[in-house]
């Protein structure tokens, strides 16, 4: 069993930060990419940043471009997104999520199909 944990949200107002963590657990397996993805209340899921665990590129939405990071910590098997400068259309559901699969292409990695398993969500809320 794999497993996902989340952990890092809460309650801040507009213009601070969160650093969000996603550990992984349980069985070893193989993942190409981990990644971050959002959901409001209403709104479908949608994708935030992913990280090829291997060599550490990234792709972000346009959206958080330039205020959001994600990174990992190999040894640790966790991956962290760090929010700056974060406004109230940020507030939502965020999950992490690892892809087993190989894509050559980082633009397959936006999408959550491509991801095998979840954690179980942290919320975070910005407030104006």
Sequence with gaps: QVQLVESGGGLVQAGGSL??????SGRSFSRHAMGWFRQAPGKERE?????????GSTYYADSVKGRF???????????????????????AVYYCAAAQKYYSNSIYYTGAGQYDYWGQGTQVTVSS
């Design 47 to 55: 994708f935030v940043a992913a990280i090829r665990w291997s060599v």
């Design 69 to 91: 990071t994600i990174s990992r910590d190999n040894a640790k098997n966790t991956v962290y997104l760090q929010m700056n400068s974060l406004k109230p259309e940020d507030t």
């Design 19 to 24: 650093r969000l963590s996603c550990a992984t």
